[in-house]
C-alpha cells in the first residue's frame, strides 16, 4: 500500500499495530485499511467504537498527524490523542467531517481542544500514549454502522 503525504512524514502509521476499543453493546473492526462500526441500540449513553494506535514513547518529536480517508456516509470522526495511564485519563480532540471523496486532514496538535473542557492547555505530547479514530453519540445517533477507509496516515514533524 502506498502512502502519498508530504515530505515532512516522519511516521507512517496505517500499517500500526491498531487495536479497537468500544463499550459493551457498540462493535468495531479493522482489516488494515477500513474501519467498520456499529453504535450500540438505545438512548445515546456513551456508545462508541475507536481505532487506537499504541504511540510508545509519547509524541514530543511531532506536532501533527495528517490522514487521507473518506467514510461511506456523511459522518464526523473524533481525532483524539489520549495520555498514557488507566482510568480513562483527559484526551485531547479535533472532530473532522469525512464522506465519500476521499481527502486529506492535517491535525496539528497544538490545535487541538481538551475533553473535558475543565482541562487546560495543549496536550502533553511527551506522555501521549493513544492516536484514536472515535465515533460516538456526540456526532452519531445510536444503533449507526458505517465504514471509514483510510488511504494514509502518519505522524509529522
Do not use: K
Amino acid at each position: 500500500m502506498t502512502n502519498v503525504v508530504a515530505a515532512a512524514v516522519a511516521l507512517s502509521l496505517l500499517n500500526a499495530s491498531w487495536r479497537l476499543e468500544h463499550d459493551r453493546e457498540s462493535t468495531a473492526a479493522f482489516d488494515g485499511r477500513t474501519f467498520r462500526y456499529t453504535l450500540g441500540p438505545g438512548a445515546p449513553r456513551a456508545q462508541f467504537a475507536a481505532l487506537v494506535a499504541p504511540i510508545e514513547g509519547g509524541l514530543a518529536s511531532y506536532s501533527r498527524v495528517t490522514f487521507t480517508a473518506s467514510a461511506d456516509r456523511p459522518m464526523r470522526v473524533n481525532v483524539d490523542l489520549r495520555p498514557a495511564g488507566a482510568n480513562n485519563p483527559p484526551r485531547w480532540r479535533r472532530s473532522v467531517y469525512l464522506d465519500g471523496t476521499p481527502r486529506t486532514v492535517t491535525i496539528r496538535f497544538d490545535e487541538m481542544n481538551p475533553v473535558p473542557r475543565t482541562n487546560t492547555g495543549t496536550p502533553p505530547l511527551d506522555t501521549i500514549g493513544a492516536l484514536m479514530f472515535t465515533v460516538d453519540t456526540n456526532n452519531t445517533r445510536p444503533a449507526t454502522s458505517g465504514a471509514i477507509t483510510f488511504t494514509s496516515i502518519a505522524l509529522e514533524r
